[in-house]
């Protein structure tokens, strides 16, 4: 089986992850390493397109046969899925919270006024300058190591990351702080991975739905990615969303789904929340969404960045 993935150290160690589980099971698995123009690139996010830079690549791979699977960070893929391509699995998701790296091991609310805080995310930018502490947020470039180096060699005081992606890199240690979602909501599906095969690939993609997938993880991303859907925004968007799943008072599934649109300079914010059975995962992000755009949200959403 021949593995696509993103060359960088932390899609690799993604992706074995994966390799290593269907190589549990019996499977020969290869990596076949894809560079994406989001790799390639050094401009911000929004600068060259932002939703799709990381996955375009790995989707054309897998179209022409040149790979069988190809493994995505969740909150990297457009929310609108190709009629050839199936995510065949969602596998349990690791802590989608994000992660606050400083020089001096601070945390984030004692970092001094002034303090230059790096983060590529207009998500985490605009929810940052929301919190009213006098931080110099500044767009960055580069993988987890380049970034934080530049914590290291002072050119930032801190950097904010996923804190799942510290994790799978064996570096969560160096992490300040993670974020409480109270004070910054993750993106939608992050801490996810998406492993994504051909539609035609029927028997392949029942496997590794068998092998892999995590139903309850599939449920709480289908939330936030309904709810992204719906707004019409990006993964580059200034949107937060996170499903907790937990049990109601009748001890079955229920998810606690809440989100967040922030103004780019995070002056002005909608953040709403709802509740409903794990089965209507979907309908609940619709019906968030709406009650997000009827508070005024389809404005931030449509704001440039400062």
Known sequence: MRLGTRRSALALAQSELVAKALRDNGHDVELVEVVTEGDRSAASLTQIGGTGVFV??????????????????????PTGQPDDLVVAAVPTRADPRDALVSRDGSR?????????????????????????????????????????????????DAVVVAAAGLARLGRLDEASELLDPGQVLPAP??????????????????ALGKLLDDPVSRAAVTAERTLLAALEAGCSAPVGALADIGLDESGNDEIYLRAIVVAVDGSRA????????LADCERLGQRLAADLLDAGAADLIGETSP
């Open 270 to 277: 909608v953040r709403l929340s709802t509740t409903g059975p």
């Open 189 to 206: 599906g992050q801490g996810a991975l998406a492993v994504e095969c051909r539609v035609a690939d029927t028997e392949l993609a029942t």
């Open 56 to 77: 375009t690549e790995l989707r054309e791979r897998l179209r022409c046969g040149d790979v069988d699977v190809a493994v995505h960070s969740l909150k990297d893929l």
């Open 108 to 156: 984030l609310d004692l970092l001094p006024a002034g303090s230059r805080v790096g983060t590529g995310s207009p998500r985490r930018a605009a929810q940052l300058r929301g919190l009213g502490l006098g931080l110099d947020v500044v767009a960055i470039r580069g993988n987890v190591d380049t970034r934080l180096r530049k914590v290291a060699g002072g050119e930032y």
